[in-house]
């Protein structure tokens, strides 16, 4: 977060309850955390853990990587990601298509 100049302070910090999976701890205390970043108005919701603390955690890298995406766009990690699995998948399908016309050829 500091490389992107995220600061705690700009951050507006909410907790609610969880909905879904987690039986009794969800229904009675609030794990459930909403992230807001002031500056950029971006705003992350986070309830997949039963503990506040790991939502806390896993909202601000998600909170992290969607400033980062904005900012850098392409060239950010889930830019980069995004375009190695493209790629991946395009040259699985290349060779799908290579690999059924040389069935075809060979019957």
């Known amino acids: 977060m ?3 100049g995220i600061v705690e302070a700009d951050l507006d910090e909410q907790f609610t309850h969880s ?4 039986g009794q701890n969800v229904n009675k ?12 108005g971006i705003s992350v919701r986070c309830e997949e853990e039963r503990t506040q ?3 806390r955690y896993r909202a601000r890298q998600r909170l992290a990587d969607l400033i980062d ?4 766009g392409v060239k950010s990690r889930a830019g980069v990601e995004a375009e190695k699995a493209r790629k991946r998948k395009a040259d699985r399908r290349r ?6 016309e040389s069935h075809r050829a060979e019957t």
């Open 19 to 22: 909905r879904g999976n987690g």
């Open 95 to 100: 060779r799908s298509v290579a690999k059924a």
């Open 69 to 72: 995406y904005e900012v850098n």
């Open 2 to 4: 500091a490389d992107l």
């Open 53 to 55: 603390g790991l939502n």
């Open 29 to 40: 205390v609030s794990t459930c955390v909403i992230l807001t970043h002031r500056p950029t």
